[in-house]
């Protein structure tokens, strides 16, 4: 019996983001992982890894990663956040836009200030591609490097490389 409790609340705790999936999480930054993953504690207590939808900011180890890690702290970190969520990711994180208090949209505000490309993988709205066109064009953040290398080739270079090792 209990075994059949522990896994139907497994489900139950898989399926939540999916079934709410128009609904939002309010809760406090207590990490920033990167410059697009932080980690919201809501009010239940509960710690939720979140990924800024729309954006990819540099990685780790990348030129302009802490740059991006830093941003995002200064916009967030210790504050209450709301995230509309539209998705959960491979790696089980809640994909979605951050607000602050103060009506800051983070995704936004780090592809304004040329720290995040535009993922438009995933992402085909007018203001996120508009936000990077004018950051390129006016050579802020990483757009100052002629040469940036996106996140998404960043990872699979670095892939490749631990491959041939």
Request: glycine share 4%; proline share 2%.
């Given at each position: 019996?209990?075994?059949?409790?522990?896994?139907?609340?497994?489900?139950?705790?898989?399926?939540?983001?999916?079934?709410?999936?128009?609904?939002?999480?309010?809760?406090?930054?207590?990490?920033?992982?990167?410059?697009?993953?932080?980690?919201?504690?809501?009010?239940?207590?509960?710690?939720?890894?979140?990924?800024?939808?729309?954006?990819?900011?540099?990685?780790?180890?990348?030129?302009?990663?802490?740059?991006?890690?830093?941003?995002?702290?200064?916009?967030?970190?210790?504050?209450?956040?709301?995230?509309?969520?539209?998705?959960?990711?491979?790696?089980?994180?809640?994909?979605?836009?951050?607000?602050?208090?103060?009506?800051?949209?983070?995704?936004?505000?780090?592809?304004?200030?040329?720290?995040?490309?535009?993922?438009?993988?995933?992402?085909?709205?007018?203001?996120?591609?508009?936000?990077?066109?004018?950051?390129?064009?006016?050579?802020?953040?990483?757009?100052?490097?002629?040469?940036?290398?996106?996140?998404?080739?960043?990872?699979?270079?670095?892939?490749?490389?631990q491959q041939d090792l």
């Open positions: 019996m209990r075994f059949i409790m522990v896994r139907i609340i497994s489900i139950l705790w898989f399926l939540i983001p999916f079934i709410c999936i128009s609904q939002t999480i309010k809760g406090k930054v207590v990490r920033i992982s990167d410059g697009d993953t932080i980690t919201v504690l809501d009010s239940s207590k509960r710690q939720i890894r979140i990924r800024l939808y729309g954006i990819d900011c540099p990685e780790n180890g990348q030129d302009f990663g802490n740059v991006a890690k830093k941003y995002t702290a200064e916009l967030c970190f210790a504050k209450i956040v709301t995230v509309n969520f539209k998705d959960k990711d491979q790696y089980e994180r809640i994909v979605g836009v951050v607000w602050t208090e103060d009506s800051i949209n983070i995704n936004l505000a780090l592809l304004r200030e040329g720290l995040a490309w535009h993922y438009k993988h995933f992402d085909h709205s007018e203001e996120f591609a508009q936000a990077e066109y004018l950051a390129k064009i006016e050579k802020r953040g990483l757009w100052k490097q002629q040469n940036a290398i996106a996140p998404w080739e960043f990872r699979r270079e670095k892939k490749s490389w």
